[in-house]
């Protein structure tokens, strides 16, 4: 584990104090030395780029909506609308008395912004947690994905059993899991008119340090509803027992890389994310990847 994940089992073992015991202290320290340097590498980088694509790239809700002043548009201000409206539902309003809040901690989060060349130069904006300012959680939370032998291997049984095979992202992934952590927020100004009210998180919000593990599970809960069972020679792939229309008995395959998922079946394109009520458990983007994948179609998994 320690070859595995150095820097989640120091983080253990510092929220446990025993990084002193003989068995941490030679290594750890170094861990978390090296984990600052590359922290402060990505900093300073960040606060550097002022420009991409020759569009400015503001650093917060007041820049981009100096910079669209500028401009004479509302580009970045109309990003983040679309943004906090997608975030919206991770969001419960709270309108007692903070001191009420019991066993809950109060989080901040900020704004990342970006631009999509692929997009006609869209402008993008998502919201993050302030992860990095809580407490290690006692468990590791990461989301395990999808082995690069698993995919060859599938893509072969999918070529030679004639397989549709299709490709997604899901959207606003980490926000269709529950939270699992107990914590609370005052609206900033990319809340708009709700700025400065209380919300509590009830979404495995993007930068809690609990989002992957939530979203995994909740993604795991999701096939097991729709009849799909996990191998055991890789967790993230998942297979469903199947017949093709001449009578054929076969096995449909998805496999997950956190958000994004590659489905294997006769008919790929009618696979969907429901549950037998038809209660829609996530919506994917971007579901069009046939069979010329086989044959070297450059879109990528």
């Known amino acids: 584990m320690k070859e595995s994940f150095p820097l989640e089992i120091a983080d253990y073992a510092k929220l446990k104090a025993i990084e002193d015991e003989p068995a941490f202290a030679c290594w750890v320290p170094h861990v978390h030395k090296k984990r600052d340097r590359f922290i402060s590498k990505v900093k300073s980088k960040y606060w550097e780029r002022t420009h991409k694509y020759g569009i400015r790239i503001p650093k917060s809700v007041k820049e981009a909506i100096q910079i669209d002043q500028e401009n004479g548009d509302t580009l970045w201000q109309d990003a983040i609308k679309m943004e ?5 539902i991770a969001f419960e309003e709270f309108g007692g008395d903070i001191k009420k809040l019991i066993g809950y901690k109060r989080i901040t989060g900020h704004m990342v912004f970006d631009v999509k060349l692929g997009e006609n130069f869209r ?30 291997i599938l893509l072969t049984i999918a070529a030679l059993n004639g397989l549709d095979v299709q490709c997604a992202d899901i959207q606003n992934a980490f926000l269709t899991a529950p939270n699992l952590e107990k914590c609370y927020m ?13 919300f509590i998180v009830r979404r495995a919000l993007y930068g809690l340090k609990s989002a992957e593990l939530a979203f995994r ?11 799909f069972y996990s191998s055991y ?24 890389y956190v958000d994004d998922i590659l489905c294997m079946s006769e008919n790929a394109k009618d696979e969907k994310g429901t549950t037998e009520e038809g209660a829609c458990a996530w919506e994917v983007q971007g579901l069009h990847l046939s069979k010329e994948t086989l044959k070297g179609n450059k879109q990528q998994f």
């Open 84 to 88: 906090m409206k997608n975030n919206r």
């Open 217 to 227: 599970s909740h993604l795991a809960e999701t096939l097991e509803n729709l009849g």
């Open 186 to 198: 005052i609206a900033g100004p990319e809340f708009g008119d709700e700025e400065g009210k209380t």
């Open 123 to 152: 402008r993008k904006a998502r919201y993050c947690a302030d992860g990095h300012k809580t407490e290690a959680p006692a468990a590791l939370t990461y989301s395990t994905v999808v082995a690069r032998d698993s995919v060859r």
């Open 233 to 256: 020679a890789d967790p993230n792939v998942w297979m469903r027992a199947a017949i093709k229309p001449v009578g054929e008995e076969y096995y449909e395959y998805i496999l997950c």
